[in-house]
């Protein structure tokens, strides 16, 4: 596998990287999604109305791969069992690159949430242990923004996705029960947020749409011409 995105709930991959999953797959590219809930319980959805829309959602980007950690949904912590079953996900599929939720936010599953890919990339290549598959070591992580706090952060790097927009609003739109059903619809609606989150990332690489991204680690390119 080429990429692999790791999700605190399903809908958080769709909403901070939609785009560029779908422009990675367009491009040949094998990206899988491992949510790490259920996301449930929510106001207006159940199990069964989040994996629907969870499975509209993946065919509007054409994943094929995803997959659901089955670790609880509000109170997922990084203890050491849940780190072993993301370690064995990872080394099942031997992504170069992994993605997981910026690190600083104030929902306690999306920060739980990067400090177990963190660790569990790091596991993933020890021996001697009972984690099913051989070791194997991504190459690096990826941060995605999917932030409840009011935090003006810089990203390293953001994709433009202007032409993968109708497709991840699409499949933003398939989680009906999360942002659609039940919300205030007195302009801005959420839905008007979100659109207006991709055009703000967009305009900053003077292009329509984007998305974006962090790394702790530095970016290397083979040239400047890389750079748009």
Known sequence: ???LVIAPHPDDAELSMGGTIAKMIAAGWDVGILDLTTGEPTPHGSESIRAAETAAASEALGVRWR???GLPNRSLQPTLEAR????GYIRQTRPRWLFAPY???A???HVAATELVEAARFWAKLSKTDLPGEPYHPERIYYYFSIHLRLAVQPAVIVDISDEWEKKWEAINAYESQFITGRPT???TLMDRFRDDGAHWGRLINRKYGEPFATREPLAVDSLRDFL
């Open 103 to 105: 690190w600083e936010d």
């Open 107 to 109: 929902h306690p599953d």
């Open 84 to 87: 072993a079953i993301i370690a």
């Open 186 to 188: 007195e302009p801005p």
């Open 67 to 69: 997959k659901n950690a």
């Open 1 to 3: 596998m080429d990429m």
